[in-house]
C-alpha cells in the first residue's frame, strides 16, 4: 500500500487546466449576461455591432434588422440580420461559436468588436440557458445559395460543434443573419434594446435599422446620409505608451534589416532624423537585426523612444463622430425640449495611450426643457457604440465628476461627483483599443492618457457652458430691462401726454437714452410652405452704427437657403454667410432674411448669429463676432469695431465687469491646461 | 491567375485564434493592471490571497511577507511568501505561468482564488512590463530542500517556460515565495498595499502579515486569534438558479443508477420525497440512466426543481466573517473615532444565486468622531478579501445607493445615492462564486438574488441605526433638561435660601418631581492598573423601584472580569452578566462595579446597559432590555415591569410617542420584507 498522498500531493491533484469557454459560462456577468434583461440587450448589441462593423469593412451602407420574439414565458427569440458581406462557409462554426477568434483583435484600427468573444458569448448564453443552438444564415456575393449552420459551443474544449446544415435561398446579394433562443427579458425604456439601437443610429446616421419589437411594433431609424464614414485605416503602433514586452514582439516580428528601417517602418510617429539620434542616444546601432536586439538594448531602445520628439499620432486608424454629427445627434435625442444652448462640439486632436491612438469627443447642451434639479444626462459612446451599462465604474463618468462644475456654472455638492443642472453631456472615446472595464464592453477603464483627454476636453466644452451662463445673464438683466422700458414708457407717455393735452411723442429716442444698445431679433418660422428665417436689428444707440451681421447654418443645409438680400459673402463649406448692414443712425432699424425649402431640418437652435463692428456689452440678441472667424471685413467695419472698443475702454464703469471676467478666463485656461 | 480574392475572403483571412495569454496581455485592465500603482496593488493582492487561501486548505496558520523594494525609477521588486503547504515541483510552472489553470475553479466552495487567472496575470504583466521573469522558490514538507524556478509565460501559446531552474535550502518546513521586478508605484493610503492588507487583517485575524515598505518600514499586522477560521467544505450545487445547461453537463457527469438518486445525492436541498414527486411533477420516471436524459425532460425536470419545495442551502461551503470579528474589525479601524453605536452586525441566512450559496453580512457604525458633512464610509469584502477599486461599478454599492435613508436617520439628496453622515457600513459578501464584474475582481456584479439579501441586511443594519438615533434624539433632550435643572435649581435654591434666610436644602426630591427618571451613569477609566466599569443608578422618579440591572460584554474578554458584587447570574457565552440591584426609594442610588486586567482590549463603547423592571420613557442612560433576551427574571422584576407597562398604558401623554414609532416601525417592516 502507498503511504496516503500529504497534503501538498492532494492540492496538486486538483490543479487542472479551465477552458475559456468554462470560465465565461461561469462568469457570465463578466461578458454582460447578469440577467435576462441584460443579457437580452448584450445579444442584440453584439449582433448588431458585428453587423456594423462588417458593412463598413466592406464598404456597404449597413441595413440592420432586429427582430425579437416571444417564444416561452421567459423564453425570447432574437434574430439579427445584416446587409454585410457575408462569412464564408468555413469561418462561420469559429465565428458564432468559438471564443476568442476574430479578426479585429489583432488589427490597429477601429472598429466595434475587437475581442473576438461578443457574438460567441451569446451563442453560449442560449446554449447555457435554453439547450438551443444557434441559427446562422450566410451568403457571399459569390456564390449562389446562402449557407445555414445550427451551432453549439462545446464550453470544455472552446470549440464549435455543428448541429445541423443546410443551404437556403436569400432574397439579397449577401448578407448574415443570426438566430436565437435564450432566457431574456423585454423592455423598453432605460437600458433596452430600442435605447441602444436609438444611440447608434444617433451616432452611425449612415445605417437603417429596424427593430421588431415582440407585440409586433416596428421601429425604423432612417438612414439619415448616405456617406460611409470615412475609412477606419490599419496603422502602425505609436511608440507613445508601449511596454516592453510589446516592443520585443514587434522587434521579434520584424523583418526590416536594420533598427532604423524598423523604427521608421514598423513604427509610427518616428522620422529618419529622431530614429539617428535615439538610436545614439541609446548607445545602439543600425547594423543589427531587429530581431537579434538584447534585453538590455530594448529596454535602453525604449526608454529613449518615450524620451524623443515624435511625430502626432496618426487620426487615419480613427473614426470620430465629427461636429456636425454630435450636434445633429443631440438635436435628435432632445428634439422636444428645445435646449437653450449647443455647445461647438469639442474634438481633441489623437493621442496615444499604451501605444494605440485614440481621441476624444464631447457635445454639451443646457437649458431649455432639460431637467434643472436632477444631475445632469450623460451619453457614452466608445467606438460609435452606446454604452448603457456601468455607468459608476466608467472613465467617462469619473471624469465629469472630477470636474468641479461650480466653476463652470453648474450646481456640485462639494465640488466633486455629477453635477446638477438642466444638462447634457456627450462623450466619445474613438481607438484602435478601446481599454474597457471587461469582455462586456460597457465602461471605459482608467488610463492616465485617456484620463486627461476627457478632462481636456470636458474643461473646453464647460468654458463655452460658462461663457454662455455668464453672457445669459447678463443678457437676461439687460432683456428684462428693454422688456420693463418697452412695457412702461408707452403708458407713462400716454399718461403725461393726457395730462399736458397733446400727443403722444415717439419714444425711441428715449428707449435709447436709457438701454444704449443694438437689438438683433431673431423670429423664425417653420411651416408646411417652408422654413423661414427673419432678423430684425434696431439701434438703440445714440450713435450711427456700421455692422456687419453673421450667420452660421450647418452645412448640410446651407446650400438649400434662399437669401434676401444676398449675402456680400459667403463660405458655404462651413455653412456661413454674412451682409454688411446699411448705416444705421440712431434709432435706425434694418431687416434681412432667408427660407429654406418645406421639411428642411434646420432649427432656430440651429443657427448663429454675430455681430461685427460693436462691443459686446452694447449688442442684445446676438453674440460678437468670435475671433477665430477667417473673415476679411470691410474697412467700415474694422474701423467701427476698433471705434466702439476705444469707447467701451473709456468708459470704465460699463467695461470693468469684462476686464474681470477675462482675466478670470485667462487665468482659468492656463491653470487647467498648462 | 487566380482572381483577386472577394471581400468575404479578404475578411476571412484575417480571422484568427487569440491565445487567452495575448487577449489579457492586451486587456490587462480587465485583470487589474490598469497603471503602475493598480498594478502593485493587484500584484499583492493575487500573491496574498493565494498564500492565504493555501494555508486556510491545508489547516495552516498563515504568515504572509509581503516585501517591496525600489529596482529603478518606476519599478519595484515584489515579493510575496507564505508559510503554506508548498507546491509539488511539477505545478509550479502551471500554476505560476498559465491563465485559466487551478484548483478552486471547479470546486464548489468558498475560496479567495476562483478562476486561475491571478498570480499569473500578475507574471505576465511583469513579463511584458519589464521583461524579467518571475521567480518561484517553493518548499514541500515531504522534500529536503525548495525548488527555485525562474518562468515566463508563452503568451502566444498560453504555456509556462522555465528560463532557469535550481533548489536552495529553506528555514521553515514548507512554504511558498513568489518574487516578480514590474513597472508599479509604490503610494500609501487610499488603494494602496497598505490600506489593502490592513483591510484583510481585519477579516482574517488568525493571520500574520508583515509588510516591508520600499523605504524599509516594516509593518506588522499581528494575529489577533490562533483558531483557524471553519473550514468551508466543498458542497454539492443547488438547484435554485441553476441553468438548464449546468443541469444537462451534472446529469451527463452523473454515476448515479436514477434520477431519483441523482437529485438527492449530486445536488443539495432535495428529499427523497421531494425527489419523487418532483419527478412525477415533470411526468418522468426513475428508471433512466440520468446521462440519457432527454432535452425536453432536462427542460421540464428544471422547472419542476424550480418550483419545488427544496431544503435551504447548506452554510457548509461557506466562511463568513462572524458578528464578533465584525464588531472587532470596525473597532481596529475606527479605534480612534470612538463612535457612538456599532449596530449589532447582521447576518443573513444563506440564499443561493445561479446555483451557488452566498449570504451577506453588514456591519454599521454610527457617531463620533466619524465625519458627519461628507458620504458615508463603505468597506467592502468578498469571500474575506477587501475590495478597493471600482466601488462605483459594485452592486453593494447600488445596494447601499438603492436604499431610502432618509427614513433611517442619514441625509440623501432625492433617497438615492451614497446617504450622507457620520456613518461607516462594513459589507461581506461570501459565496461558493462570487459574481465579480471582471476578472480583477474589484466589484460584485448585479443579480437580483444577490440584490436582495444586500437589501435586506442593509435594511435591518438601518432600522437600529434608526432606532438608536431616535432613542439617542430622546434621550438627548431629557439629559439636556437634567443638565439644565441640575445647574439651574441649585442657584435658584441658593438664591431663594439667602433671601428668606435659610440653609439650602436637599434637591434631590424637587429633581424627582420635575424629571421623573431612574438615571444610570456609566463611568469607564482604563489606566495602567487596569480597566474599570462602574455604574451608578439613582431614582428620580417619586415611586419605589425594583430594577434588574444588565451588561453585555464582548464574550472573548467577559471572563477576565471581576465583577464587584458578584452578578445574581452570568451568560458567559454570550458575555452576559446582570444584577437584581437594592431597592431604591425616590431620590435612592445605588452602585456596582467590575474590571480588567490592565490592556484588554475593551472600551466603553464595547459594553450595553440594559435595565428590566421600568418603561423606556423613564430609564435614562441605559436601554430596555430587548425582548430576545431569555432571562428568567425574578419575580418581583416581572411585577416591577408590569406595574411600570401599565402605569405608562394610563399615562397617555408620555406613551404616545412610543406607540406611533412602533406603528410606524412594524409598517415598515412589513413593506420592505413581504
Chains 1, 2 share one sequence.
Not at 331 to 343: D, I, Q, S, T
Request: hydrophobic share 40%; aromatic share 6%; net charge negative.
Amino acid at each position: 500500500m502507498s503511504p496516503p498522498p500529504t497534503i501538498a500531493q492532494q492540492l496538486a491533484a486538483k490543479q487542472r487546466e479551465i477552458s475559456v469557454a468554462e470560465f465565461f459560462e461561469r462568469n457570465r456577468q463578466i461578458l454582460g449576461f447578469d440577467n435576462p434583461q441584460r443579457a437580452l440587450l448584450t445579444t442584440v448589441k453584439e449582433g448588431v455591432d458585428n453587423g456594423l462593423d462588417a458593412c463598413d469593412e466592406a464598404r456597404i451602407l449597413p441595413d440592420i434588422l432586429v427582430e425579437i420574439s416571444k417564444e416561452t414565458d421567459d423564453r425570447l427569440r432574437v434574430a439579427v440580420t445584416d446587409s454585410g458581406p457575408g462569412i464564408l462557409r468555413r469561418e462561420i462554426p469559429n465565428v458564432f461559436a468559438r471564443l476568442l477568434y476574430g479578426s479585429r483583435f489583432h488589427s490597429n484600427r477601429q472598429a466595434r468588436g475587437q475581442q473576438g468573444i461578443g457574438i460567441s458569448a451569446a451563442v453560449l448564453y442560449a446554449n447555457l440557458t435554453t439547450a438551443r443552438p444557434a441559427r446562422v444564415t450566410s451568403k457571399v456575393e459569390e456564390e449562389e445559395a446562402a449557407h445555414v449552420l445550427e451551432l453549439v459551443i462545446d464550453t470544455q474544449k472552446n470549440q464549435p460543434r455543428v448541429v445541423s446544415e443546410d443551404v437556403t435561398l436569400w432574397d439579397s446579394p449577401h448578407g448574415t443573419r443570426v438566430e436565437l433562443v435564450l432566457k431574456a427579458r423585454y423592455v423598453r425604456g432605460r437600458q433596452s434594446p430600442y435605447e441602444y439601437l436609438r444611440g447608434t443610429a444617433i451616432v452611425n446616421p449612415h445605417a437603417r435599422i429596424v427593430l421588431v419589437e415582440p407585440d409586433g411594433t416596428r421601429v425604423t431609424f432612417e438612414r439619415a446620409s448616405t456617406d460611409l464614414p470615412p475609412v477606419a485605416k490599419e496603422t502602425l503602433p505609436h511608440p507613445y505608451g508601449l511596454e516592453l514586452g510589446e516592443l520585443g514582439y514587434l522587434l521579434k516580428a520584424s523583418k526590416r534589416s536594420g533598427l532604423a528601417e524598423f523604427l521608421t517602418k514598423d513604427l509610427q510617429g518616428v522620422s529618419a532624423r529622431t530614429a539617428r539620434e535615439l538610436l545614439a542616444a541609446a548607445g545602439l546601432t543600425n547594423s543589427a537585426p531587429p530581431a537579434s536586439v538584447s534585453g538590455d538594448e530594448q529596454d535602453r531602445l525604449l526608454r529613449a523612444l518615450h524620451d524623443a520628439p515624435l511625430i502626432a499620432p496618426s487620426p487615419e486608424g480613427l473614426s470620430p463622430i465629427g461636429s456636425i454629427l454630435i450636434k445633429r445627434g443631440l438635436r435628435n435625442v432632445l428634439g422636444e425640449l428645445r435646449p437653450e444652448f449647443y455647445c461647438p462640439p469639442v474634438s481633441r486632436p489623437p493621442k496615444v495611450h499604451a501605444g494605440f491612438p485614440f481621441m476624444v469627443e464631447v457635445g454639451l447642451v443646457y437649458g431649455g426643457g432639460l431637467p434643472a434639479d436632477q444631475p445632469v444626462q450623460i451619453l457614452r459612446f466608445a467606438n460609435r457604440v452606446p454604452l448603457l451599462f456601468q455607468q459608476g465604474a466608467c472613465a467617462i463618468t469619473n471624469a465629469i465628476s472630477n470636474l468641479d462644475w461650480r466653476r463652470y456654472g453648474l450646481d456640485q455638492k462639494g465640488g466633486s461627483g455629477l453635477p446638477s443642472g438642466p444638462a447634457l453631456i456627450l462623450v466619445h472615446v474613438a481607438s484602435t483599443k478601446v481599454p474597457f472595464t471587461n469582455e462586456a464592453k460597457e465602461a471605459v477603464a482608467e488610463d492616465p492618457e485617456i484620463d486627461k483627454e476627457l478632462t481636456l476636453a470636458l474643461q473646453a466644452a464647460a468654458r463655452h457652458l460658462r461663457t454662455h451662463i455668464s453672457r445669459k445673464s447678463r443678457r437676461d438683466f439687460a432683456s428684462e430691462k428693454f422688456a420693463i422700458i418697452q412695457r412702461i414708457l408707452p403708458k407713462l407717455a400716454e399718461k403725461t401726454s393726457h395730462l399736458v393735452g397733446k400727443g403722444v411723442p415717439d419714444l425711441t429716442p428715449v428707449i435709447t437714452r436709457i438701454m444704449d444698445i443694438v437689438n438683433v431679433e431673431t423670429p423664425f418660422e417653420s411651416d408646411k410652405n417652408g422654413v423661414r428665417a427673419k432678423v430684425e436689428v434696431t439701434n438703440y444707440t445714440p450713435r450711427t452704427r456700421v455692422l456687419e451681421l453673421f450667420v452660421e447654418i450647418p452645412p448640410d443645409v446651407f446650400p438649400l437657403a434662399v437669401f434676401e438680400p444676398v449675402p456680400d459673402g459667403v463660405e458655404a463649406a462651413l455653412g456661413r454667410a454674412w451682409w454688411t448692414l446699411p448705416k444705421l443712425g440712431p434709432n435706425g432699424r434694418t431687416a434681412l432674411s432667408f427660407s429654406f425649402p418645406p421639411k428642411t431640418d434646420v432649427e432656430a437652435n440651429d443657427l448663429d448669429w454675430y455681430v461685427a463692428g460693436i462691443d459686446e456689452a452694447h449688442i442684445l440678441g446676438a453674440e460678437p463676432l468670435p475671433g477665430d472667424w477667417d473673415v476679411r471685413l470691410p474697412r467700415t467695419i474694422v474701423e467701427a469695431a476698433e471705434a466702439a472698443a476705444a469707447d467701451a475702454a473709456a468708459n470704465g464703469a460699463t467695461g470693468e465687469e469684462e476686464v474681470d471676467y477675462d482675466a478670470a478666463e485667462a487665468s482659468a485656461h492656463t491653470s487647467e491646461e498648462d
